[in-house]
């Protein structure tokens, strides 16, 4: 009898140690560079039992890791494009790190390489497009900006970056942020010359990461990962400029690498409308109280105006492996900016069309401070946390000069002769924390999510009326805190099945105070008006559960997500009057999302799902804003959320034999409820309030919901290689549709906006002698609407653009860029055909060229121009500004560059 027992108790622990959960963990390289290989699929196939087999994926770094094998003997395989695979048996008794595994490159790619010269410039890894920097030839002068604009579906512009049509939100530097969020500052910094490949992909959220759970929250975000040998060593630029008509540019910018230690630091001043960093507003100033009312343009960002500009910058990170992970940044600019514009605007009235014409003279200042930051932190192997916070400081002033007169069927309904000033500042700071703890039973886990936002702003605002001497004083205080908790457990089923239960509670305290003072003789003190100010308190709780159930396969992964959200919204008005409402809004948001490879080149990636939108505390808070005195508003207390369905669909594809790729995106979106405005145009003087009074031919607007909102784009990108030319083509075609639903004068109107746009991109891949871009771009577009059809009109742009650098003989350097604009709008004085020609000739000079001189001319022809367009369901608009004339500038470059090579 104790025999048997002591037999059965050795087969208990030998099946208990059986069961036990091994890791498996190793690196993926290059064999020739030691660079890690992203993407690999690494197959652990279990020989007697083929149910019990595992599978990962390399990650940026070619690390991989697999938690959940068990005792017993494998084939492991790696296999990835480009490379011979890699099988080996191996037996797993115990967690085991394999550590580095180098692949060889596929012989049929090597005699394809040398046969016809080519490197692929593009793959498709798993859910990352790959770019691989050496197919894409730059000067020895190329910034990342400059590398990436070659790319196929890849857009640099002064707004932002677009790949395949979609917005990048960060950009990496070998997998750490770099410059908080901005793409556009980090690649205007690194050089192209440190590249080795860039990654476009989908990043997970920080509790998907963890969990390696796909919750369906990602961030769009390129990755630069930079050549070995550059990651140890000292790089930068410094540029300094002098020209006519009082025109200077002094840039510079050093990085110190060592390894994990990355520390830069950079700074620029100039005028000449040079910005290296995306703007940041969070004091309303280019949304609120007179700037949100106020015909400024819209449609297409183009540059207006003269900016002087001063900034700096300092970036760091580092890391402990396995231990802690750093990455900050301090970010400093003040912008200037002097602007003249012209402006028309129609529109619509139920039986004809009035006109508003206006000329503003301006100048503002605007500084801003940013910080951001995010620590990684690992306890142990069990429990981990994450903490982001960020800071941003704004400060904003600001003087308006305008003239304006409104006109119907040729008769003067009204006009406006004012002065406007403003002192706008502004805080706003983010904390985010997640505690991350991991069970011992594999795939279990548990998370806790504190998010807290503090955003106060104070603005003072004076409207002098030049007619009459009257002056108005606005002071506004507005605060929003919001905070954020979310508790998240997440359960394994099965081998490849997670279930995920969920809780948020949040709720968000905002205040907003106006008082509107007036004096009505120059002089006078400034007297309050009840009428035109207001005290407004509201609070939005939001309790939303949720369950979601994953499943991850070898070439597949689903997500289906059901949550319940429950929101109060409690608004009371404190002044003049005492009025308190309270709204309740219960709704059902499921979201579905997966992932499919369709074989070995080609992944499909498709989401719905749906979002509320609350409206404002400026759009809640029911005071007349006179503060343009032809465009009046107010807010509207009985505002509801708006509910969005929104259906997107991403297509990949890659031929690597043939160096040719395709990419098609589709995004359609209906919101119901959607928040949008009522305008009303005196057809006489109308009384406001007290004694404010809206003149024939005035306007004012309030928000309102209406159902029936429509979106819809479609982008299809595909890049070929024309390997006997040298040239890498790309080609992008997109097709959108907006229904915008409005009212006008008790009417309704559908705006529908059609538009067609078309792109193709000729880059030079032949010699770092020979750089250049050739583009063409067109886009038509067609405004209806069904209050007024014989008022549907359309706008047309094309564009042609070309960039040439040639290194000539003796270390002389030709450059040249050109923008040829054709433009067809919406009146027929503002068609308009115009080139901007800039070119430069440089010497090069000091020990590798270091160092260069050169004579630049901006504007060769004299025609540069701005033009921007606004389309609204209640009027159109056109707007010109005043740019950067003809100057000459001579300047001194110098490139600094000491790497240490790696032996």
Same mark, same amino acid.
């Given at each position: 009898?104790?025999?048997?027992?002591?037999?059965?108790?050795?087969?208990?622990?030998?099946?208990?140690?059986?069961?036990?959960?091994i890791?498996?963990?190793?690196?993926?390289?290059?064999?020739?560079?030691?660079e890690?290989?992203?993407?690999?699929?690494?197959?652990?196939?279990?020989?007697?039992?083929?149910?019990?087999?595992?599978?990962?994926?390399?990650?940026?770094?070619?690390?991989?890791?697999?938690?959940?094998?068990?005792?017993?003997?494998?084939?492991?395989?790696?296999?990835?494009?480009?490379?011979?695979?890699?099988?080996?048996?191996?037996?797993?008794?115990?967690?085991?790190?394999i550590?580095?595994?180098?692949?060889?490159?596929?012989?049929?790619?090597?005699?394809?390489?040398?046969?016809?010269?080519?490197?692929?410039?593009?793959?498709?890894?798993?859910?990352?497009?790959?770019?691989?920097?050496?197919?894409?030839?730059?000067?020895?002068?190329?910034?990342?900006?400059?590398?990436?604009?070659?790319?196929?579906?890849?857009t640099?512009?002064?707004?932002?970056?677009?790949?395949?049509?979609?917005?990048?939100?960060?950009?990496?530097?070998?997998?750490?942020?770099?410059?908080?969020?901005?793409?556009?500052?980090?690649?205007?910094?690194?050089?192209?010359?440190?590249?080795n490949?860039?990654?476009?992909?989908?990043?997970?959220?920080?509790?998907?990461?963890?969990?390696?759970?796909?919750?369906?929250?990602?961030?769009?975000?390129?990755?630069?990962?930079?050549k070995?040998?550059?990651?140890?060593?000292?790089?930068?630029?410094?540029?300094?400029?002098?020209?006519?008509?009082?025109?200077?540019?002094?840039?510079?910018?050093?990085?110190?690498?060592?390894?994990?230690?990355?520390?830069?630091?950079?700074?620029?001043?100039?005028?000449?409308?040079?910005?290296?960093?995306?703007?940041?507003?969070?004091?309303?100033?280019?949304s609120?109280?007179?700037?949100?009312?106020r015909?400024?343009?819209?449609?297409?960002?183009?540059?207006?105006?003269?900016?002087?500009?001063?900034?700096?910058?300092?970036?760091?990170?580092?890391?402990?492996?396995?231990?802690?992970?750093?990455?900050? +940044?301090? !970010?400093?600019?003040?912008? @200037?900016? #002097? =602007?003249? %514009?012209?402006?028309?605007?129609? $529109?619509?009235?139920?039986?004809?069309?009035?006109?508003?014409?206006?000329?503003?003279?301006?100048?503002?200042?605007?500084?801003?401070?940013?910080?951001?930051?995010r620590?990684?932190?690992?306890?142990?192997?069990?429990?981990?946390?994450?903490?982001?916070?960020?800071?941003?400081?704004?400060?904003?002033?600001s003087?308006?000069?305008?003239?304006?007169?409104?006109?119907?069927?040729?008769?003067?309904?009204?006009?406006?002769?004012?002065?406007?000033?403003?002192?706008?500042?502004?805080?706003?700071?983010?904390?985010?924390?997640?505690?991350?703890?991991?069970?011992e039973?594999?795939?279990?886990?548990?998370?806790?999510?504190?998010?807290?936002?503090?955003?106060?702003?104070?603005?003072?605002?004076?409207?002098?009326?030049?007619?009459?001497? +009257?002056? !108005?004083?606005?002071?506004? @205080?507005i #605060? =929003?805190? %919001?905070?954020?908790?979310?508790? $998240?457990?997440?359960?394994?089923?099965?081998?490849?099945?997670?279930?995920?239960?969920?809780?948020?509670?949040?709720?968000?305290?905002?205040t907003?105070?106006?008082?509107?003072?007036?004096?009505?003789?120059v002089?006078?003190?400034?007297?309050?008006?009840?009428?035109?100010?207001?005290?407004?308190?509201?609070?939005?709780?939001?309790?939303?559960?949720?369950?979601?159930?994953?499943?991850?396969?070898?070439?597949?992964?689903?997500?289906?997500?059901?949550?319940?959200?429950?929101?109060?919204?409690?608004?009371?008005?404190?002044?003049?009057?005492?009025?308190?409402?309270?709204?309740?809004?219960?709704?059902?948001?499921?979201?579905?999302?997966?992932?499919?490879?369709?074989?070995?080149?080609?992944?499909?990636?498709?989401?719905?799902?749906?979002?509320?939108?609350?409206?404002?505390?400026?759009?809640?808070?029911?005071?007349v804003?006179?503060?343009?005195?032809?465009?009046?508003?107010?807010?509207?207390?009985?505002?509801?959320?708006?509910y969005?369905?929104q259906?997107?669909?991403?297509?990949?594809?890659?031929?690597?034999?043939?160096?040719?790729?395709?990419?098609?995106?589709?995004?359609?979106?209906?919101?119901?409820?959607?928040i949008?405005?009522?305008?009303?145009?005196?057809?006489?003087?109308?009384?406001?309030?007290?004694?404010?009074?809206?003149?024939?031919?005035?306007?004012?607007?309030?928000?309102?919901?209406?159902?029936?909102?429509?979106?819809?784009?479609?982008?299809?990108?595909?890049?070929?290689?024309?390997?006997?030319?040298?040239?890498?083509?790309?080609?992008?075609?997109?097709?959108?549709?907006?229904?915008?639903?409005?009212?006008?004068?008790?009417?309704?109107?559908?705006?529908?906006?059609?538009?067609?746009?078309?792109?193709?991109v000729?880059?030079?891949?032949?010699?770092?002698?020979?750089?250049?871009?050739?583009?063409?771009?067109?886009?038509?577009?067609?405004?209806?609407?069904?209050v007024?059809?014989?008022?549907?009109?359309?706008?047309?742009?094309?564009?042609?653009?070309?960039?040439?650098?040639?290194?000539?003989?003796?270390?002389?350097?030709?450059?040249?860029?050109?923008?040829?604009?054709?433009?067809?709008?919406?009146?027929?004085?503002?068609?308009?055909?115009?080139?901007?020609?800039?070119?430069?000739?440089?010497?090069?000079?000091?020990?590798?060229?270091?160092?260069?001189?050169?004579?630049?001319?901006?504007?060769?022809?004299?025609?540069?121009?701005?033009?921007?367009?606004?389309?609204?369901?209640?009027?159109?608009?056109?707007?010109?500004?005043?740019?950067?004339?003809?100057?000459?500038?001579?300047?001194?470059?110098?490139?600094?560059?000491?790497f240490?090579?790696?032996?």
């Amino acid at each position: 009898m104790k025999k048997l027992l002591l037999f059965l108790l050795g087969s208990l622990l030998v099946q208990a140690a059986n069961a036990q959960s091994i890791k498996f963990n190793g690196k993926v390289v290059d064999k020739t560079t030691k660079e890690g290989v992203v993407g690999a699929n690494i197959l652990l196939i279990n020989i007697k039992d083929s149910t019990a087999s595992r599978f990962a994926i390399s990650d940026v770094n070619g690390e991989f890791l697999i938690p959940d094998a068990s005792r017993a003997f494998y084939r492991l395989k790696i296999q990835t494009v480009n490379y011979k695979p890699h099988t080996q048996i191996i037996r797993l008794t115990q967690d085991v790190s394999i550590g580095v595994i180098g692949l060889e490159e596929d012989t049929k790619i090597l005699k394809e390489v040398e046969i016809t010269g080519q490197v692929i410039p593009v793959e498709q890894k798993g859910d990352t497009t790959l770019y691989r920097a050496d197919a894409f030839a730059t000067n020895p002068d190329a910034s990342v900006a400059d590398l990436v604009s070659k790319m196929p579906g890849i857009t640099v512009s002064d707004t932002g970056v677009e790949a395949n049509g979609e917005s990048v939100q960060q950009v990496l530097l070998d997998g750490k942020r770099f410059f908080g969020q901005d793409p556009l500052l980090a690649l205007n910094t690194i050089p192209a010359e440190v590249v080795n490949q860039v990654e476009v992909f989908d990043q997970q959220s920080e509790r998907s990461q963890f969990t390696g759970f796909d919750d369906g929250n990602t961030t769009k975000t390129m990755n630069v990962v930079t050549k070995e040998d550059k990651r140890s060593g000292q790089f930068g630029k410094f540029y300094s400029g002098i020209g006519t008509d009082s025109r200077y540019l002094l840039e510079g910018n050093i990085n110190d690498f060592k390894n994990d230690r990355q520390l830069s630091v950079l700074g620029m001043s100039n005028n000449i409308n040079k910005k290296n960093f995306s703007d940041s507003d969070i004091t309303g100033v280019r949304s609120g109280r007179r700037g949100g009312n106020r015909f400024l343009g819209g449609g297409a960002e183009v540059p207006i105006g003269i900016t002087q500009t001063e900034s700096f910058g300092l970036n760091y990170s580092n890391q402990k492996k396995d231990k802690w992970k750093l990455e900050s +940044s301090y !970010f400093y600019d003040r912008a @200037e900016l #002097d =602007n003249e %514009t012209d402006s028309d605007r129609e $529109t619509f009235l139920g039986q004809g069309s009035q006109f508003y014409t206006e000329n503003s003279v301006s100048n503002s200042v605007n500084k801003n401070h940013r910080f951001n930051a995010r620590l990684e932190y690992n306890f142990d192997e069990q429990n981990s946390m994450v903490f982001t916070p960020s800071a941003t400081i704004q400060d904003n002033e600001s003087l308006d000069i305008t003239n304006g007169q409104t006109t119907l069927g040729g008769q003067l309904l009204n006009q406006t002769q004012n002065n406007y000033s403003g002192d706008n500042s502004g805080v706003r700071l983010n904390g985010d924390l997640l505690f991350r703890h991991k069970f011992e039973k594999l795939g279990r886990s548990l998370l806790f999510n504190v998010r807290s936002t503090i955003s106060d702003s104070d603005r003072e605002n004076t409207f002098q009326d030049l007619a009459s001497d +009257s002056s !108005f004083l606005y002071l506004s @205080e507005i #605060d =929003n805190h %919001t905070y954020r908790s979310e508790l $998240t457990y997440i359960e394994p089923v099965g081998s490849s099945s997670q279930l995920q239960f969920s809780y948020v509670l949040e709720q968000s305290d905002r205040t907003s105070d106006i008082i509107t003072l007036e004096t009505t003789a120059v002089g006078d003190e400034f007297q309050e008006r009840e009428d035109l100010s207001n005290r407004f308190n509201s609070t939005l709780t939001v309790h939303r559960p949720s369950v979601n159930l994953g499943k991850r396969t070898f070439s597949q992964f689903y997500s289906v997500e059901l949550a319940l959200q429950y929101a109060t919204l409690d608004n009371e008005q404190v002044f003049p009057t005492l009025d308190k409402t309270s709204n309740s809004f219960v709704k059902l948001l499921p979201s579905v999302s997966t992932r499919m490879q369709l074989g070995d080149n080609t992944n499909l990636f498709v989401r719905y799902n749906t979002q509320v939108g609350t409206p404002s505390s400026n759009q809640l808070q029911q005071v007349v804003d006179n503060s343009n005195p032809l465009f009046y508003s107010v807010g509207n207390a009985d505002l509801e959320q708006s509910y969005t369905h929104q259906l997107f669909a991403r297509l990949r594809r890659t031929n690597v034999d043939k160096n040719r790729s395709l990419s098609n995106f589709i995004r359609i979106s209906n919101t119901s409820d959607f928040i949008t405005n009522a305008t009303f145009t005196a057809s006489s003087d109308s009384v406001i309030t007290g004694d404010i009074v809206l003149p024939r031919g005035g306007q004012i607007s309030q928000p309102l919901n209406i159902d029936g909102y429509w979106n819809l784009q479609n982008n299809t990108t595909y890049s070929f290689v024309i390997a006997p030319l040298k040239l890498n083509m790309s080609a992008d075609i997109g097709v959108g549709f907006i229904r915008s639903p409005g009212i006008v004068n008790g009417l309704e109107n559908i705006s529908e906006t059609y538009n067609g746009n078309a792109r193709l991109v000729m880059a030079s891949n032949i010699s770092q002698n020979v750089d250049f871009n050739l583009s063409y771009g067109t886009s038509l577009n067609r405004v209806e609407n069904t209050v007024r059809s014989n008022s549907n009109n359309r706008y047309t742009t094309q564009t042609i653009s070309g960039k040439l650098n040639l290194i000539l003989f003796k270390g002389f350097v030709f450059r040249s860029d050109i923008n040829y604009q054709i433009y067809r709008g919406i009146s027929e004085e503002f068609d308009t055909d115009y080139a901007l020609w800039n070119a430069s000739v440089a010497k090069k000079f000091l020990k590798n060229d270091r160092g260069e001189l050169t004579i630049r001319v901006f504007d060769i022809l004299g025609q540069n121009q701005s033009i921007t367009q606004q389309v609204t369901s209640a009027y159109l608009g056109e707007t010109r500004s005043l740019v950067l004339e003809q100057y000459w500038m001579f300047s001194f470059t110098y490139q600094l560059r000491r790497f240490k090579t790696n032996s």
